[in-house]
C-alpha cells in the first residue's frame, strides 16, 4: 500500500492541486483532503479510495518505489523513445 507521503510526493511531481487529483481519481474533493490528512483522527478514508488515486497517479506516469532500504519513494516513469 503506498503512504500518504508518496501520495503527496506525486502529486508534487506531477504538479497536481488536490482538485486534479480528485478529478482525475473520480474523488470528491474532500476524500482526498481527509486521504492526505489521515492521521487517525475523524473517518478513515477506504482502501478503494486509495486505489483509485494510486491508479491516477500511475496513468499520469507516476511509478511507486516499495521500501527497499532507503525508504519507499516515488519517481516519473521513463518516457519511451518512438522512432
Known sequence: MISIEQIRAAR?????SQTQLAGA???SLPTIKRLERDDG???AVSEDVRNA???ALEK?????IAEN??????RLKKQSKRK
Open 12 to 16: 508534487g511531481l506531477l504538479g497536481w
Open 25 to 27: 481519481a473520480g474523488r
Open 41 to 43: 483522527e475523524g473517518p
Open 53 to 55: 488515486v494510486q491508479k
Open 60 to 64: 499520469a506516469g507516476v511509478e511507486f
Open 69 to 74: 532500504g532507503g525508504g519507499a519513494g516515488v
